[in-house]
Structure formats: C-alpha cells, structure tokens
C-alpha cells in the first residue's frame, strides 16, 4: 500500500488566491483528518470524515476554508481566498474507525506545506 | 473544553540515557493514548499507543503508562539513541456525539540525543 498520498507537497501562493489540497486515503480506511500544524499553535484538527460525510468541522478557522470528500479515494482542502496566517504544514490522516468508536491508528501523508505571500 | 498538557517541550539527553515525557489530559472519557514521533520535516509516525484497560505497554526500548484516576501518561524511551531525536506527541481520544473519537495532540516535546 502507497500509504495516504497528499498533493501538493509544496504550494507558495499569493494573498487572496485560492488554494487546493488534495489527499488519497489509504484504501479500506473510512476515516479521514485533516490537520493543521504551525510552531504556534501545534497540530490542530480541522475536520474528520466518515464513510464520506463529515462528522466535526469545529477546527475549521473560518468560512474561508472549506472541505469536501466526493467518494472514499478523495477529499479536498479549500482556502479561498488564502491568507499568510494560513502558512503551515497541512496534513491528511487516515484511519479504519469500527463501529462505537473504537480507536486505530491513524495514518499521516506527508503533508503539504502552505505559503501564502 | 478538552486540552492534553506535555512536558517538558525540550529535552536533552546523552546517548544511553533514559528519557521521559508527560503528559496530563482533562477528559475522564479518553480511553485511548497514542504517541507519535516526528523527524524534521516528516510526518508524525505512530509509535506505541496505551488504550484504557492496561496500566502499562511495553515495546523493545520504548514504554508508556498511564494513571486512570490522575489523568496522566507517559512515555518512556530507555538506552536513548542519536536517531531517536525527534519531536515526540500525545494525545488523547475524545468522545463526541454519535460514538465517534477524536484525537486531541499535545503541544510536543523536542528530544534531542548527543552522542
């Protein structure tokens, strides 16, 4: 298995352009994360999907960012327009969540590193 | 809300020592503990993970605890080695509605390993 794929890897962008993130999970995994990671504030989580429908987006900044998750092989982080505090590593992560909740491991990519000018 | 503390945030240790790492959380309904490890410039990797109904877990050089009643974990890296340098994360599962967890990460602890 290739592991969850990110891309970008790298993306530097102007102020007020809009700006997409992709990520493949790992195949069979039915739980997707989307974090933020900066000096400051750590890594954060930004939203978590399950089989496709998102189950907390209370860590999405603000209405700038949105996400979406079409199918189980696909989903996309969108910041429009982009700022420079949004400069940081996102990353995907990916999990297989068994009913009740019951915790495995979560599977980071490699992430993407953001910077917006 | 729900908040998971680490220290300390850097820690310098000679080759062959032990290292060890905190970490308290505030939710009593977290009942699963994984600790990640992150190089420079790489993703956080899973390095071992304590679940509610065990004290302690034990994998070659590497071992976690955790006390139930003082809300509190740590991991513990014995014979430490130059490549074991890195930035080492908790974190604590948090139950929301409809069964489901997430994780809540502390804020990491640099290690750094001299030879």
């Known amino acids: 298995d290739a592991g969850v794929i990110q891309s970008p890897r790298h993306e530097v962008t102007e102020m007020g352009q809009e700006v997409t993130l992709r990520c493949k999970p790992i195949?069979?995994?039915?739980?997707l994360f989307w974090y933020r990671q900066t000096m400051m504030r750590g890594l954060e989580l930004l939203i978590y999907f399950n089989n496709n429908v998102p189950i907390d987006d209370s860590g999405m900044p603000e209405d700038r960012f949105s996400a979406k998750m079409p199918n189980a092989s696909f989903s996309t982080l969108k910041i429009q327009p982009s700022e420079p505090r949004d400069s940081a590593v996102y990353f995907c992560a990916s999990s297989l969540t068994i009913a009740g909740g019951f915790d495995n491991e979560q599977f980071f990519g490699p992430g993407t590193r953001l910077t917006v000018l | 809300g729900e908040n998971v503390e680490q220290h300390p945030s850097t820690l310098s240790v000679q080759e062959g020592d032990s290292a060890v790492i905190k970490c308290t959380y505030s939710d009593s309904a977290s009942n699963y503990f994984p600790w990640y490890k992150q190089e420079l410039g790489k993703r956080p990797q899973l390095i071992i993970d304590i679940r509610s109904n065990v004290g302690e877990k034990k994998d070659q050089r590497i071992a976690v605890t955790l006390n139930k009643t003082a809300k509190h974990f740590s991991l513990h890296i014995t014979e430490t080695q130059p490549e074991d340098s890195a930035v080492y994360f908790c974190a604590a599962s948090h139950p929301f509605s409809g069964g489901y967890n997430k994780l809540i990460f502390g804020a990491g602890t640099r290690l750094a390993v001299h030879p």
């Open positions: 195949s069979g995994h039915n739980s």
